[in-house]
């Protein structure tokens, strides 16, 4: 059953933390993707990769980090230097080229 | 820079109702143009999607519509239920050595029955 899968589902963190989000998919996509979604609001990307070894930052990077040390993985670090961490985090894949994303049920975040 | 603008941020419409919402893209490069639902605490899902080289694309009560001189494209829901409320996000890809995906900010659709 091939999927993408976001854990954990709900994350508590204390400030000053860091906290992984995990993504792995197994559709054999090229390209991942990380957005933040926040009540009322639509998806921001925060990062993204295209290839293994690669990855560019969207238009909120700052305060995260990501590493694509495999095609089927794309972890995203929030830092304590993020501002407000809590939010809806989703990540998505696709193959390369004018084809849709497939989200991941995501993770709700929440920093206290 | 890369933008996807989408309107209206809510809409209310009658069961049995029509529903428009429009979006407009700033990169004349864009030829990808996917639509989503997102049901409350899920992730979004595809529900239609267009590609620059046609004008129009329908799927039962879904259609989408193109503009790509004016830089528009539309989401049209017929005959409404209830069970379409949701928020809706329109979203075009960025091509610049990377495929970049923007979204809208999404519009909060209530099918009142």
């Known amino acids: 059953d091939g999927g993408i899968t976001q854990s954990p589902k709900y994350l508590f963190r204390k400030e000053g933390q860091n906290v992984t989000l995990s993504c792995e998919q197994n559709?054999?996509?090229?390209?991942m993707y990380w957005y933040r979604q926040d009540p009322g609001q639509g998806l921001r990307l925060i990062y993204y990769s295209q290839i293994v070894n690669d990855f560019q930052k969207g238009d909120i990077a700052e305060g995260y980090s990501v590493s694509r040390e495999k095609k089927e993985s794309f972890p995203l670090t929030v830092t304590s230097a993020q501002k407000n961490p809590t939010a809806f985090y989703l990540c998505?894949?696709?193959?390369?080229?004018?084809?849709?994303?497939?989200f991941g049920n995501g993770t709700r975040l929440t920093v206290t | 820079g890369e933008n996807v603008e989408q309107h209206p941020s809510t809409l209310s419409v009658q069961e049995g109702d029509s529903a428009v919402i429009k979006c407009t893209y700033s990169d004349s490069a864009s030829n990808y143009f996917p639509w989503y639902k997102q049901e409350l605490g899920k992730r979004p899902q595809l529900i239609i999607d267009?590609?620059?080289?046609?004008g129009e694309k329908k799927d039962q009560r879904i259609a989408v519509t193109l503009n790509k001189t004016a830089k528009h494209f539309s989401l049209h829901i017929t005959e409404t239920q209830p069970e379409d409320s949701a928020v809706y996000f329109c979203a075009a890809i960025y091509i610049s050595g990377t495929y970049k995906y923007i979204f809208g900010t999404g519009t909060r659709l209530k099918v009142l029955a």
């Open positions: 998505a894949s696709t193959t390369l080229g004018n084809s849709p994303l497939h």
């Open positions: 267009i590609r620059s080289n046609v």
């Open positions: 559709l054999n996509h090229d390209a």
